[in-house]
């Protein structure tokens, strides 16, 4: 297949849903990077109470770990879903397990408890669009010769 048939094989849904995942991922990646480094002060200067923000900065860092893996994953995803690079499948998996171990951990750890169904609710939707973005990267490569 032509680069120019596989561009009018793909649905018209496809760059939008890509592009906004990429845009959803970068804002991750924005939400995280103040996270790697922060101490009680700068996470109480962000909204968080002080029991929220000792229990963040007290997080074991496999929960660190698995929050940067899944946003790095997702963005680094997305841009390889833009190049058409099989490649995305493996790396939204990647990055969707990573937030299913960062789910255990919010879990295990308190931080739902902490922070209530606010957190429970952006957890999960971090998920399902994880989710949704690997199902898009599977489909695509099932359908167009890449």
Known sequence: ??????????????????ILGLAWNIFGIIQFLPTV????????????????AELYVSLPSWMTVAFATGVFGGALGCLLLLLRSPWSRAVF????????VLYVGDITQGVFQAFGMGQVIILTTVV???????????????RVSW
Not at 3 to 17: G, I, S, T
């Open 93 to 100: 998996a990647v990055s969707l397990a990573a937030y299913l």
């Open 37 to 52: 480094q922060g101490s009680v002060g700068s996470l109480m200067s962000n909204g968080m109470t002080k029991e929220q």
């Open 1 to 18: 297949m032509s680069e120019d048939n596989a561009h009018r094989a793909l649905p018209k849904w496809f760059w939008p849903v890509a």
């Open 128 to 142: 399902l669009i994880a989710a949704g973005l690997l199902w898009v990267s599977m489909r695509q490569f099932r």
